[in-house]
DNA sequence: GCGAAATAACTGACTGATCAGTTATTAATA
DNA sequence: TATTAATAACTGATCAGTCAGTTATTTCGC
């Protein structure tokens, strides 16, 4: 041991920033139950008491956790919100390859999952991600349908219905890449499967007259 | 307290189908850390013994669990995998009404979130799903979407993307009930989905002269 | 500048509750 | 009465949360 290296660092501010990071990593890996406190802790340098120095309990270092994932995607939410006037064809497009973009780069695919597997537990945490992210999203991309519609450049149906055909398969990608490629799956590309899909369902949503 | 009444049946042969029957339910609402043994078991009408009187442990209850819901499932995909000669257009029709309703009226939908959830924690159920439902219905639907392209029918592409297309929003749409609909969200009527769905998939997927 | 005193970030051993799994015992049935 | 399904009280391991003490850093008197 070299008797002059510091125990420990006093770095209040970066403390919690990175204790979030490191507990994304272990929640996203083991789920809320299976956690352990002081995996967290050895994951972010620090001992289980610096913790709850900065945390009150487990629950509000997952909330943390959660919540963090939450902010940068309500502005694309907002992005997709924004009226587009253009024709719809090219809203999707950009929007899709943004959001492949995103999930793919980012850890919230392990956010996902772990909404999905503890929603039971934490219906407060279920309602956040519902109203701020899940029903923002869906209800933006219905309002953009409608307006097509309403321009005639889409065919009738349910504008709900057809904003969950349009992201779902991203998302059941996203949970294949989470749930099934670690025991050997054969991976899907998110950028493949979202040009694909648009591409397909364009072709069945927009008018006659209305193809690019 | 009526005397006469005996304190216990001794039903052997019953008991395992009613513990696994209590334990998905269990499970299914709290996930696997998180249910207790004694829940399960108080569910189920027996004491925490009897449970380890059929099962070795916690985990092993949990499989029969998980794997209980896999056996009448694997019946869908055989008969998906049987080489359908007729138009992709009623293969997918049969097919895609068929998995909504049985999605709809079994808890199927439980079961796929706790796999989701849980799959970090039991890599050998992952497996056991993706081995034995996931890649077999996929594959069974991208044979059957590579002949249709084979005899003209249907667009060039990934076929087994377009199978992912094809059921991603059935699983969305489940996960979205079992995730959100506690907490407040509007349910999505699974048969209304896939009916659309097929039906704007259908128009992107087929080639201009095999449109029904 | 330069120790000494004050401050507060941080540690890690401890505690109390929870719960999977065990076992000594009871009671239903053949 | 013999057999064994089933019980309920028990045990031991785990882990969230606590707190008395330790150490890095700042501040102040000189």
Redesign the pocket.
């Known amino acids: 041991m070299d008797a002059g290296a510091?125990?420990?660092?006093?770095?209040?501010a970066d403390?919690p920033a990175e204790i979030v990071s490191a507990a994304l990593a272990v929640f996203a890996e083991k789920g809320f139950a299976a956690?352990?406190?002081?995996d967290i802790a050895r994951r972010a340098g620090?001992?289980?008491?610096?913790v709850?120095?900065y945390f009150e309990?487990?629950?509000d270092v997952f909330r943390a956790v959660v919540g963090q994932a939450i902010a940068p995607n309500v502005a694309i939410v907002k992005a997709m919100a924004a009226a587009h006037p253009g024709p719809l064809a090219d809203l999707l497009r950009g929007v899709s390859a943004h959001v492949a973009r995103i999930v793919s780069m980012t850890p919230l695919g392990g956010v996902l999952k772990m909404v999905v597997g503890e929603a039971g537990n934490f219906p407060e945490i279920a309602r956040v991600w519902h109203d701020e992210l899940v029903s923002q999203a869906l209800g933006a991309m219905a309002v953009a349908i409608e307006a097509a519609q309403a321009r005639g450049e889409v065919k009738p149906g349910d504008s709900r219905i057809y904003a969950l055909q349009l992201i779902a398969p991203l998302l059941v990608a996203v949970l294949h890449r989470e749930t099934f490629e670690p025991v050997g799956a054969t991976p899907f590309d998110l950028q493949a499967v979202m040009a694909q899909h648009i591409d397909t369902l364009l072709c069945g949503l927009l008018m006659e007259g209305a193809r690019t």
Request: charged residues 50%.
């Open positions: 510091p125990k420990f660092r006093r770095r209040k403390r956690a352990k406190l002081d620090v001992s289980k008491g610096a709850y120095l309990t487990k629950e």
